[in-house]
């Protein structure tokens, strides 16, 4: 069994290979999903919905439970948690 | 050999602790088995747990990420050297089956984990729908499969093979109902996306 895999601070993605990494840079906290084209963490906002629309749009998940599920999966990540 | 570093030596007890858990998980079930259970299966004290895990389902998630991680591994492999849609059936089969018995108490115990686990492990689905999707794009655009939307290819798939997995004990002879049946489903499932 190998290490422990890095993943996205804020959403919790697997972090495997650079192009994962915002900006293509390891040393980066988050991934790609989760920053804008300067490297910059997007809103919570922003990565509820693209967590959101990607639970629905991958198993047909009803949005609420979506935004439920996607809710839950942030809630004790390092960029949000303490949030509430 | 050089003596491990005590980054080594924390990664190796993480590690003992994700494995005893998954056994544990397999055999009582996840909702039954409690962290005092995994430190003593490997002769641990309860403590340590908590060193590597703040609460129980951090130990919960960290086994699903395991398996995620595994799975990652085997569709990296079977989506880059483009070995088609069968191929990544067979690599998630390949993963499901080395921990056989632990998913399928996963998946039958689903719906009553904690949001927090369960938004973890839908997560996961989403990955490998996303990965099948990729592998059966391809096939669609060779003309060997019919139009089919991305959520009812990756439910029709997750579906058959769960069913098969939560009535394991009349489908399967032996211990692996994945070991019996793989061939039969994907071979089915390429049957049903074809053109």
């Given at each position: 069994m190998a290490d422990k895999c890095p993943s996205c601070d804020s959403c919790g993605?697997?972090?495997?290979?650079?192009?994962?990494?915002?900006?293509?840079?390891?040393?980066r906290p988050y991934c790609s999903y989760c920053t804008d084209a300067r490297g910059r963490l997007l809103s919570y906002a922003q990565v509820l919905e693209t967590n959101t629309r990607y639970?629905?749009?991958?198993?047909?998940?009803?949005?609420?439970a979506a935004q439920r599920m996607a809710e839950a999966l942030l809630a004790d990540k390092p960029a949000w948690r303490g949030r509430h | 050999m050089q003596p491990a570093t005590r980054q080594e030596q924390k990664a190796a007890t993480r590690n003992r602790l994700v494995n005893a858990a998954m056994n544990l998980f397999a055999r009582h079930g996840?909702?039954?088995t409690t962290t005092a259970d995994v430190a003593r299966s490997i002769r641990m004290s309860h403590g340590t747990v908590f060193l590597h895990f703040a609460r129980r389902d951090d130990l919960v998630i960290a086994v699903i990420d395991e398996f995620g991680r595994r799975l990652a591994v085997e569709f990296r492999q079977a989506l880059e050297r483009d070995l088609g849609?069968?191929?990544?059936?067979q690599a998630h089969l390949r993963v499901l089956a080395a921990i056989e018995p632990f998913y399928a108490r996963l998946v039958i115990e689903a719906p009553q984990l904690p949001p927090?686990?369960?938004?973890?492990l839908l997560m996961l689905h989403a990955a490998v729908s996303h990965r099948l999707f990729?592998?059966?794009?391809?096939?669609?655009?060779a003309g060997r499969a019919r139009k089919i939307e991305r959520p009812l290819l990756f439910n029709t798939w997750i579906g058959l093979v769960h069913h098969y997995l939560v009535n394991r004990d009349v489908f399967a002879t032996g211990d692996?109902?994945?070991a019996e049946m793989g061939g039969t489903l994907v071979q089915h499932f390429m049957t049903l996306i074809k053109a």
């Open positions: 993605m697997p972090l495997e290979k650079p192009a994962d990494y915002a900006l293509g840079d390891v040393t639970y629905v749009e991958s198993q047909g998940i009803s949005a609420a | 996840i909702a039954q849609l069968r191929a990544v059936l927090k686990v369960r938004s973890t990729i592998a059966f794009e391809r096939e669609r655009k692996s109902v994945i």
